[in-house]
Structures are given as C-alpha cells and as structure tokens.
C-alpha cells in the first residue's frame, strides 16, 4: 500500500467535515462524509 499523499489527507478530512455536520440528525447511525475527486480536484461532496 503507498504512502497518503498530503492531498489525500486534505479529501479525507474535508470528508471528516462533512461528516460532522451530520451531528445528533443522524443518530444512532454513524457520522458519514464522502468526497469524491479526480485529478486533485473536488468534483462531488
């Protein structure tokens, strides 16, 4: 498996973002985000 690349790590906490936003709305199911990219950019959330 390769090394995250900083970029990786970027998507993913934006993902982790998203996710929180969901707060209490979503209880009991777990907090879910997604970011979808290509290329380097963002082209879904």
Known sequence: MSALSSQDI?????ALALAR??????????WVGCVLARA???VAE
């Open 10 to 14: 970027r998507f993913m906490g934006r």
């Open 21 to 30: 936003r969901g707060g209490a709305q979503v209880s009991p199911n777990p």
């Open 40 to 42: 380097g950019r963002v």
